[in-house]
């Protein structure tokens, strides 16, 4: 099936480490192209590049925020760091041209492996949190609708937030720093170590919860991948428990389906400007 | 005073942003360069480039660990992605000569800034866990004499730790997951962001309290500094909660000494190969 994340990372090869991609302007949100799409469109490429060594899924990527990412088209350039037989370290930068000439959207450093090579040995891992059952949870529809308007990227997100932590879309947040709940694509295509890119980023900030709703620009966020996520919906829980110098960090835990955890990943955000 | 830290991470400004520096073989653990001083080095010759902005202090650093770095000449390659008024974004590589030809050690992507020119409010963070008073704590003597004969950095931290997380110093890990104590710098130098980086990497890895002893080596760490350090002893805590796919992640807090959350880190390391 032609799906709608696969279409929006597809990458071409221009040679010498060079993908070209088109940024599509349904992942955009409140204005801006979601940062976990453009970590994505640029983890194809580099998942492209690393095909030849079977090193395809990301293990550790980290993401370094430039200048906002437009839709339209794009380059994306991917440099070998270190080629070792179990892992690929690189170095990969999103870049596209503006009338005085081509800008880096984001930067990353990433260590690619074979998720299926890995060790498969649990030795201990943050367990599932409680949370209602996906069909007692809030379904994207609950957006206020000035956000639904400039957001097309809530279609393709199959998001359903955990009532005690939603209070934020009726005006009562928690106060808990807690944002979660059950993450699937629209149009179901399966999560994959790809798409784990896109779920680390894809529920409202943490601190919507803390009543400090607004836009919270991305300085730095990294990702690590654990497994290949097994089919079915996974939960997502967002937290930041620290929020000083005009920061905030936000991590995030994915579990899949059947609850064994596939991703985690820690971002640090600037606090919405209305502060 | 002439702090054996700041000698260690001295540089030499040799143009196009270029850094000679001489790693110290007085930062060894276990065989190999401590990395949170070899990303010290390479920090402080970001710090040193940046100066003119007064952008000189860590905000956040991603570290990407390519292959050991070996006591002796090394050169540091600082380029600035994107400058702006509050803070500026670089890449720096360190990189040491071998025979064959320059092999990359570390490579990272940072954020710098003037920390004393962010806001000082802080909303929330994680509080002080509960230790021991510093004296109540173990010294650094109490670590096996086949480990101190091999890690001169030991020397050199004036760690004191939680006996509560130290029993695998007599073969009894907690299982817990968590190393904590209070840490100095033994020649009493203060505790500066550009330490913090050290600091972070510091205390033995959390696998040594799960009973899974044995070098780890870094994937990846990505420390957040968010204050300047008050004078005095910090207090330091490790923790690992997801151990799985051959890798463990360590969280790692620092407080200074009035109780503040300076700095926060997470690495991605390699569980130990005895396994």
Redesign the interface.
């Known amino acids: 099936m032609d799906y709608e994340l696969d279409r929006g990372v597809r990458v071409q090869a221009a040679g010498s480490g060079q993908y070209l991609a088109e940024v599509d302007g349904g992942w955009v949100v409140g204005g801006g192209v979601n940062g976990g799409y453009a970590l994505a469109v640029l983890g194809n490429a580099i998942s492209t590049e690393l095909a030849p060594s079977g090193h395809r899924d990301p293990?550790?990527v980290?993401a370094?925020f430039?200048?906002p990412t437009r839709p339209g088209p794009a380059r994306v350039d991917v440099r070998v760091?270190?080629r070792g037989g179990r892992?690929t370290?690189v170095?990969a930068t999103m870049v596209q041209d503006e009338d005085a000439g081509p800008v880096?959207r984001l930067?990353?450093?990433?260590?690619y492996a074979d998720?299926d090579a890995?060790?498969?040995?649990?030795?201990?891992?943050?367990p599932l949190p409680d949370l209602p059952a996906l069909e007692d949870c809030l379904p994207p529809g609950a957006a206020p609708e000035e956000v639904r308007r400039t957001s097309p990227l809530l279609d393709r997100f199959a998001t359903r937030l955990d009532p005690a932590t939603a209070g934020f879309t009726t005006g009562s947040p928690s106060g808990a720093?807690v944002i979660q709940g059950w993450f699937s694509l629209t149009d179901g295509r399966p999560l994959d170590p790809l798409a784990l890119l896109v779920v680390v980023d894809a529920l409202p900030p943490a601190t919507f919860d803390?009543g400090l709703p607004g836009w919270a620009p991305t300085?730095?966020l990294?990702a690590?991948v654990?497994?290949r996520p097994a089919p079915g919906p996974a939960v997502v829980r967002h937290e930041?428990?620290?929020?000083?110098?005009?920061?905030?960090?936000e991590d995030c835990w994915v579990w899949d389906a059947t609850g064994r955890?596939v991703a985690?990943s820690?971002q640090?955000a600037l606090l919405p400007r209305s502060r």
């Open positions: 293990v550790s980290s370094y430039l200048t760091l270190r892992r370290t170095a880096e930067t990353t450093l990433a260590v998720l890995m060790p498969t040995e649990v030795l201990r891992e943050v720093g803390l300085l730095e990294t690590h654990r497994a930041t428990r620290n929020v000083s110098a005009g920061q905030f960090e955890l985690q820690r640090l």
